[in-house]
């Protein structure tokens, strides 16, 4: 009796396609691209580099090495090929019908990524907005390649059913999403600006994928969100509230991470979501010391901020996984303006992260000295709640009291009423 085969076990075998022109390092790009494919659900059996000035317009490869990839392809038994880079239409219609193989890039990975990841209907529509844009151009050239293979990778999330659609009808969607993203963004500001009543810091947890972000939100906060060893394990963002040992409050919110050649299409669905990096009052930029691409992560986290507008911001660089790195040297950051090394898997400095948070907005702060009259006792709950009451002191006269209180406090306890 023949044995049946579940597909669901049949893995995408996949060869990684890679042009160094010295613009970057290639091994190392298709090192991170393997980490996708993984991820994506995919084994990469080889990998090819070629050096080229330029990558190919027509083709990404030249012809010679197309060739070549295309022996390995059969001698592999290989079902597609996965480009370091996103590729143009023209190219991957070319490319497909050169190799005969399903044509996959950079961008339709990390897609199939955030599709799987998805759980809140904001991520949904994010995802499948995104999606829809990068096929909206490829329609012609994905048809093609989803109709030698019937699943795997560029086939998940909610922009499966979309394809065989026409581009009228996909622009029709787009149109429906970003009307839908339209009222996400609203429900965003209403929620920053109650916490702009509440006068309640906010501080973005900002960094490259994989680079300790929700572990590091966990250890805080107890938050009990997923932490994997994983690229994107965390795609819907989460934020928590951290109560610190003076008794002031500051949230955390956990945003996606951030990858080299990160979609362009991706940036503009998750605006409203990275966004909340620009609204925050600081940036907790989290970064991996044990990486030797640490370098070029934290170069790429910053482009990300400054593609996202997000400037004039405390930032404090927070080296994670210390206990991972070696100690041949300190790693720095030239563009924070504080940094701390921690490890928040094993708790390691936790304690000096938590103090740096009390000190910057200890800084923020304008300090009070003053004698409020019994009548106006009201206002010390509205010290304790927003600010840092560091004495009271109950006289005959009245409470006299020093404190450290939000900037935008402290003329309304000086003299006017204190907002709820």
């Given at each position: 009796?023949?044995?049946?085969i579940e597909i669901g076990d049949v893995k995408e075998r996949?060869?990684?396609?890679?042009?160094?022109?010295?613009?970057?390092?290639?091994?190392?790009?298709?090192?991170?691209?393997?980490?996708?494919?993984?991820?994506?659900?995919?084994?990469?059996?080889?990998?090819?580099?070629?050096?080229?000035?330029?990558?190919?317009?027509?083709?990404?490869?030249?012809?010679?090495?197309?060739?070549?990839?295309?022996?390995?392809?059969?001698?592999?038994?290989?079902?597609?090929?996965?480009?370091?880079?996103?590729?143009?239409?023209?190219?991957?219609?070319?490319?497909?019908?050169?190799?005969?193989?399903?044509?996959?890039?950079?961008?339709?990975?990390?897609?199939?990524?955030?599709?799987?990841?998805?759980?809140?209907?904001?991520?949904?529509?994010?995802?499948?907005?995104?999606?829809?844009?990068?096929?909206?151009?490829?329609?012609?050239?994905?048809?093609?390649?989803?109709?030698?293979?019937?699943?795997?990778?560029?086939?998940?999330?909610?922009?499966?059913?979309?394809?065989?659609?026409?581009?009228?009808?996909?622009?029709?969607?787009?149109?429906?999403?970003?009307?839908?993203?339209?009222?996400?963004?609203?429900?965003?500001?209403?929620?920053?600006?109650?916490?702009?009543?509440?006068?309640?810091?906010?501080?973005?947890?900002?960094?490259?994928?994989?680079?300790?972000?929700?572990?590091?939100?966990?250890?805080?906060?107890?938050?009990?969100?997923?932490?994997?060893?994983?690229?994107?394990?965390?795609?819907?963002?989460?934020?928590?509230?951290?109560?610190?040992?003076?008794?002031?409050?500051?949230?955390?919110?956990?945003?996606?991470?951030?990858?080299?050649?990160?979609?362009?299409?991706?940036?503009?669905?998750?605006?409203?979501?990275?966004?909340?990096?620009?609204?925050?009052?600081?940036?907790?930029?989290?970064?991996?010391?044990?990486?030797?691409?640490?370098?070029?992560?934290?170069?790429?986290?910053?482009?990300?901020?400054?593609?996202?507008?997000?400037?004039?911001?405390?930032?404090?660089?927070?080296?994670?996984?210390?206990?991972?790195?070696?100690?041949?040297?300190?790693?720095?950051?030239?563009?924070?303006?504080?940094?701390?090394?921690?490890?928040?898997?094993?708790?390691?400095?936790?304690?000096?992260?938590?103090?740096?948070?009390?000190?910057?907005?200890?800084?923020?702060?304008?300090?009070?000295?003053?004698?409020?009259?019994?009548?106006?006792?009201?206002?010390?709950?509205?010290?304790?709640?927003?600010?840092?009451?560091?004495?009271?002191?109950?006289?005959?006269?009245?409470?006299?009291?020093?404190?450290?209180?939000?900037?935008?406090?402290?003329?309304?306890?000086?003299?006017?009423?204190?907002?709820?």
């Amino acid at each position: 009796m023949a044995e049946l085969i579940e597909i669901g076990d049949v893995k995408e075998r996949v060869i990684l396609l890679a042009v160094e022109t010295g613009a970057e390092d290639a091994a190392a790009a298709l090192d991170e691209l393997e980490e996708l494919v993984d991820t994506a659900g995919a084994v990469a059996v080889d990998r090819v580099i070629q050096n080229r000035e330029k990558i190919h317009p027509g083709t990404y490869l030249g012809k010679g090495k197309i060739d070549e990839v295309k022996e390995r392809i059969w001698e592999l038994n290989a079902t597609g090929v996965v480009c370091d880079d996103e590729l143009s239409p023209v190219q991957l219609r070319n490319l497909e019908n050169a190799l005969d193989t399903k044509v996959m890039d950079r961008t339709m990975v990390i897609l199939d990524i955030f599709a799987s990841r998805a759980n809140t209907n904001e991520g949904k529509i994010q995802v499948e907005l995104a999606q829809l844009k990068y096929r909206a151009a490829r329609l012609v050239g994905l048809r093609n390649s989803l109709s030698r293979l019937g699943g795997g990778i560029g086939t998940r999330g909610p922009g499966e059913k979309k394809l065989e659609m026409d581009r009228r009808l996909i622009h029709e969607r787009i149109g429906q999403l970003k009307t839908e993203l339209s009222e996400v963004k609203r429900h965003r500001q209403v929620q920053r600006k109650q916490r702009e009543r509440t006068h309640t810091p906010v501080a973005a947890i900002v960094g490259y994928t994989n680079a300790g972000k929700s572990t590091l939100l966990n250890k805080l906060t107890d938050a009990g969100i997923l932490a994997e060893d994983k690229l994107f394990a965390t795609l819907d963002p989460t934020t928590r509230s951290l109560d610190l040992e003076s008794g002031r409050r500051i949230l955390l919110t956990d945003t996606v991470g951030f990858i080299r050649k990160l979609p362009h299409h991706l940036i503009d669905a998750f605006r409203s979501t990275l966004e909340e990096a620009r609204y925050s009052d600081m940036i907790l930029h989290v970064v991996d010391a044990s990486n030797p691409q640490m370098d070029m992560q934290m170069h790429v986290v910053y482009e990300t901020l400054r593609e996202l507008e997000v400037k004039d911001k405390i930032v404090v660089t927070v080296f994670n996984k210390m206990d991972q790195a070696g100690a041949e040297q300190l790693p720095r950051d030239l563009h924070s303006d504080y940094q701390v090394r921690i490890s928040a898997k094993t708790g390691e400095n936790i304690s000096v992260l938590s103090e740096l948070l009390e000190k910057i907005l200890r800084n923020q702060n304008v300090y009070l000295e003053r004698t409020f009259a019994y009548q106006e006792a009201g206002k010390l709950q509205q010290i304790r709640k927003y600010g840092e009451l560091l004495s009271e002191e109950y006289q005959e006269n009245g409470i006299a009291i020093r404190a450290y209180v939000p900037a935008e406090l402290f003329a309304g306890l000086l003299q006017g009423e204190v907002e709820e």
